[in-house]
């Protein structure tokens, strides 16, 4: 049982905007400690997608984006294409386990 | 281009001492916070524990205590050393560095912006 809460699986329709939920808690996300995000490839390692909430780092298309608000966060996507099938995984802080902590992983389907 | 690549012996029998190192290219482990995760067959990612170029660590509390996260500059590499393994610590094991405003005993406000390409750790007899 994950400190913060995805949901297993969306899916989408290429071409289609899908979001992923991250539901977290008193102690980690609304205690105002940020959320990131991450991509994992079948096979490959986690890649780094977002920092603090809604920034994107060099090189990710701006068709990822994230918010945040209260003790939740989302990562979205926009224009779905093949190539983002994926795992997304988010990331942030707990102060009561005082341990990094990750989302339980989103298993994306392209249609 | 920070390089990150795990090493490590793939298969250690149960009860025993698991060691995996983390060698680091194109930056210096001498900056940056450094962090061991890991990922069980199938399962989403866990945090092990972090260490800074100072040699300051923090440690996921769920593993108690059998983890020790180490670093040689010299050899710009940081390690990781498991004790009394079972089963349950078969896993991809990953190193990762940190970014972001940094990490305290109590807090930590940073992303794992580069990450090796993972090893398999399998404990079985």
């Known amino acids: 049982q994950s400190v913060l809460t995805q949901p297993p699986s969306v899916s989408g329709a290429p071409g289609q905007r899908v979001t992923i939920s991250c539901t977290g808690s008193s102690s980690n996300i609304g205690a105002g400690y940020d959320v990131h995000w991450y991509q994992q490839l079948p096979g490959t390692a986690p890649k780094f997608l977002i920092y603090d909430n809604n920034n994107r780092p060099s090189g990710v298309p701006d068709r990822f984006s994230g918010s945040k608000s209260g003790t939740s966060a989302s990562l979205a996507i926009t224009g779905l294409q093949a190539e983002d099938e994926a795992d997304y995984y988010c990331?942030?802080?707990?102060?009561?386990?005082?341990?990094?902590?990750f989302g339980g992983g989103t298993k994306l389907t392209v249609l | 281009q920070v390089q990150l690549r795990e090493s490590g012996p793939g298969l250690v029998k149960p009860s025993e001492t698991l060691s995996l190192a983390c060698s680091v290219s194109g930056g210096s482990v001498s900056t940056y916070f450094w962090s061991w995760i890991r990922q069980s067959p199938g399962k989403g990612l866990e945090w092990i524990g972090y260490i800074y170029s100072s040699g300051g660590t923090k440690y996921n509390p769920s593993l108690k205590s059998r983890a020790t996260i180490s670093i040689d500059t010299s050899k710009n590499q940081f390690s990781l050393r498991l004790t009394s393994v079972t089963a349950a610590d078969t896993a991809v094991y990953y190193c990762?560095?940190?970014?972001?405003?940094?990490?305290?005993?109590?807090?930590?406000?940073?992303?794992?912006?580069?990450w090796g390409q993972g090893t398999l750790l399998t404990v079985s007899s």
């Open positions: 990331q942030s802080y707990d102060s009561t386990l005082t341990v990094v902590v």
């Open positions: 990762a560095r940190h970014e972001g405003r940094g990490c305290s005993s109590t807090s930590c406000y940073d992303w794992f912006d580069s």
